[in-house]
């Protein structure tokens, strides 16, 4: 930290005799190696996969009309895939 503190003053000198454009590459500069720094995290908590169907079981047979069961009524499917 101490080396960090006395390297300041004379940057700091510096970057204020560059021009604007050239103060602002140096920002965006630091801004990317502050964001080389920063470990990506996901605040969600880690579960086990499920299946598509756990995930919308709350929504099977929720939409009035239309075939009951597809897989017991046939005729809904002629034509499909061919």
Known sequence: MTQAIAT?????EKFENL???????????VAFLES???ETT???PETEPISAYEAAKEFAGCVDG???DLSTNKKYLEGIGH
């Open 8 to 12: 300041q003053h004379p940057l700091i």
């Open 19 to 29: 021009t604007p454009q050239q103060q602002q590459t140096v920002l965006d500069f």
């Open 36 to 38: 080389q720094n920063q």
């Open 42 to 44: 996901d605040d969600r």
């Open 66 to 68: 239309g075939p009951g």
